[in-house]
Structure formats: structure tokens, C-alpha cells
T-cell receptor, first 118, second 116 residues
């Protein structure tokens, strides 16, 4: 079974600054995917960024980037130029790769509540 | 519809009663997931429907929980004889079940269940 750990229950950052959210995971799988999801007060989960474990290059999506360390089983999210709209819960998630690359269930961490302040 | 729709948005029930939660996925989405999110916790996987294949029920916590989906349409999650520990937000998600490279889960806004 896979486990995902987010050790920071809450984080705060000032607008325009950079913040890094931590995530570690434990798995015996070699082929998998990692995700960061954002959950605003509306409760709707929104995909922020995705990383394929077989890729060494870190994924980036505009102001969001990850630091993926496969050997250390670490997958942190960096948010640059933080904006007030980034205030939300952030969840790290793991998905085992099935044959053919099709999707399977996501295993989530407990989340980090990020507050962006003026 | 434009997105994944869940109803009701909020449900308050008494301990011991049965409840039924509904999820309308995006039209054409073959995969549908149910997750439970307890207060201050991450999402716990409950069940996964994939086209016409047998569903993955490995996350259902007890035999009080069941879910159905007819074809690629609406799904209902039923909780019988509700307990206070069942209080949580129940989230539904759907996807086209393409390869994970292009996979994107679309989540609904959930049903907040409160068992008194």
C-alpha cells in the first residue's frame, strides 16, 4: 500500500513571495504518478501539476513547479509570485501506473492549508 | 452538463437512517470515483467505476456502504444505518479514462453529510 505524508498542516506567505509545500511518500512501486491538487473553499479539487515518476525533469506549470526527488521519495511544490487566489488547501497525491498507462485510484495526503496575505 | 454535479450539497440526517448521495458525471466520462473527506483530513478512496468493468470497491469501509452506476451515467452512493463517524464530505470525480499523461479528474463540489 502507498502512503502520502504532508507534514505542514498550515503555511502562510506574503503576496508576491515564494512558498514551498512539502510532500513525502512511501511505495514499493517503480512506475507511478504524483500530483498536487488545490481545494478552495468551494470544496472542488483542482489539478495544479502532475509529475511522471520515470521523468527526471521537474514539472512546471506557470508559477507552480515541483522538486521531485525519486530516491528520497519527496515531491515538494513551489509556488512563485504568490497571489491571494492561491489561498486554499493543497493536497499531494499518488497514483500507481497501470498497464497501458491507464488511470487508477489516487492516494492523498492530509493536506496543507496555505494562506496568502497582503 | 458543464461539470460534475453532486446532490444534495448538504445533508443532515439522524443516526440509524439511510442516505443516498447522487453524482452526475460529465457526459461521456467513462470513469467515476467516490472519495470521502473527513474534517481536516485528506481524501479517502471509496469506490471506482471504469466503463463496463467490475467496480473497484476496495475502499468501502463497511457493508453499510454501497454504490451503483448504470452505464456511463449517474452514480448513487448509499449509506445504510448511518453512524456519526460517517459525517464527512463525499466527493465524486469523473474522467475520460485516457492514459494518465492526458488524464484529468474533474471533481464535483461534494455532499456535506452530517449525522446527528
Amino acid at each position: 500500500a502507498q502512503t502520502v505524508t504532508q507534514s505542514q498542516p498550515e503555511m502562510s506567505v506574503q503576496e508576491a513571495e515564494t512558498v514551498t509545500l512539502s510532500c513525502t511518500y512511501d511505495t514499493s512501486e517503480n512506475n507511478y504518478y504524483l500530483f498536487w491538487y488545490k481545494q478552495p473553499p468551494s470544496r472542488q479539487m483542482i489539478l495544479v501539476i502532475r509529475q511522471e515518476a520515470y521523468k527526471q525533469q521537474n514539472a512546471t506549470e506557470n508559477r507552480f513547479s515541483v522538486n521531485f526527488q525519486k530516491a528520497a521519495k519527496s515531491f515538494s511544490l513551489k509556488i512563485s509570485d504568490s497571489q491571494l487566489g492561491d489561498t486554499a488547501m493543497y493536497f499531494c497525491a499518488f497514483m500507481k501506473r497501470r498497464g497501458g498507462g491507464t488511470a487508477s485510484k489516487l492516494t492523498f495526503g492530509t493536506g496543507t492549508r496555505l494562506q496568502v496575505t497582503l | 452538463g458543464a461539470g460534475v454535479s453532486q446532490s444534495p450539497s448538504n445533508k443532515v440526517t439522524e443516526k440509524g437512517k439511510d442516505v443516498e448521495l447522487r453524482c452526475d458525471p460529465i457526459s461521456g466520462h467513462t470513469a467515476l470515483y467516490w472519495y470521502r473527506q473527513r474534517l481536516g483530513q485528506g481524501l479517502e478512496f471509496l469506490i471506482y467505476f471504469q466503463g463496463n468493468s467490475a467496480p473497484d470497491k476496495s475502499g468501502l469501509p463497511s457493508d453499510r456502504f454501497s454504490a451503483e452506476r448504470t452505464g456511463e451515467s449517474v452514480s448513487t452512493l448509499t449509506i445504510q444505518r448511518t453512524q456519526q463517524e460517517d459525517s464527512a464530505v463525499y466527493l465524486c470525480a469523473s474522467s475520460l479514462l485516457r492514459t494518465v499523461r492526458r488524464e484529468k479528474l474533474f471533481f464535483g463540489s461534494g455532499t456535506q453529510l452530517s449525522v446527528l
